[in-house]
T-cell receptor, first 116, second 115 residues
Framework: NAGVTQTPKFRVLKTGQSMTLLCAQD?????MYWYRQDPGMGLRLIHY???????AKGEVPDGYNVSRLKKQNFLLGLESAAPSQTSVYFC???????????????FGPGTRLLVL | GENVEQHPSTLSVQEGDSAVIKCTYS??????FPWYKQELGKRPQLIID?????GEKKDQRIAVTLNKTAKHFSLHITETQPEDSAVYFC??????????????FGRGTQLTVWP
């Protein structure tokens, strides 16, 4: 199993450009999450999904949109990138009825985004 | 919503010494408390977790304690080794039956173990 994968690994954008980050998981998890990580700020939740076709806002949702059209994929979109969105983005997934520890979140390798 | 505070933000110890990281939470309904370790340039990974129905849990050199009354929990690492150097995050969540709440993370502790 690949676990949780993210594409791309690294991206440079100019202010105002748009892009989509893709997260995929092969663990049959119900829940998926997008976090951003900035120095000294820990992991802040952007958006999350508790099932296919559902999404919800986290603590820093402004400037981002998400979609969960398929259970295994969770997309994060930046419509008009700003320098303040320079960060490392982590996707995570959790909760399978087949697992003993359903709360464990499994993280992807991260995407480094630089907005100039 | 829940507020999780973590201290200290940085911690340096000599190899072989113990390290303790403390977290407090605000929502008394929180009942699940995981700790994640993130090595430099890597993804966060769960190292240990505790549920509110127990006060302490151990796994080899790491242990977590929980004080529900005071609303704080701590990570203890004994006999530290250089490979323990990483950022450690605490988190809190509420689980009601089969419904899982989101994780609220602390800001992290950079642990450095000097040989």
């Amino acid at each position: 199993n690949a676990g949780v994968t993210q594409t791309p690994k690294f991206r440079v954008l100019k202010t105002g450009q748009s892009m989509t980050l893709l997260c995929a998981q092969d663990m049959n998890h119900e829940y998926m999450y997008w976090y951003r990580q900035d120095p000294g700020m820990g992991l802040r939740l952007i958006h999350y999904s508790v099932g296919e076709g559902t999404t919800a806002k986290g603590e820093v949702p402004d400037g981002y949109n998400v979609s969960r059209l398929k259970k295994q994929n969770f997309l994060l979109g930046l419509e008009s990138a700003a320098p303040s969105q320079t960060s490392v983005y982590f996707c995570a997934s959790s909760y399978s009825l087949q697992e003993d520890s359903r709360e464990t979140q499994y993280f992807g390798p991260g995407t480094r985004l630089l907005v100039l | 919503g829940e507020n999780v505070e973590q201290h200290p933000s940085t911690l340096s110890v000599q190899e072989g010494d113990s390290a303790v990281i403390k977290c407090t939470y605000s929502d008394s309904a929180s009942n699940y408390f995981p700790w994640y370790k993130q090595e430099l340039g890597k993804r966060p990974q769960l190292i240990i977790d505790i549920r509110s129905n127990v006060g302490e849990k151990k796994d080899q050199r790491i242990a977590v304690t929980l004080n529900k009354t005071a609303k704080h929990f701590s990570l203890h690492i004994t006999e530290t080794q250089p490979e323990d150097s990483a950022v450690y995050f605490c988190a809190a969540s509420i689980r009601r039956g089969s419904t899982l709440g989101r994780l609220y993370f602390g800001r992290g502790t950079q642990l450095t173990v000097w040989p």
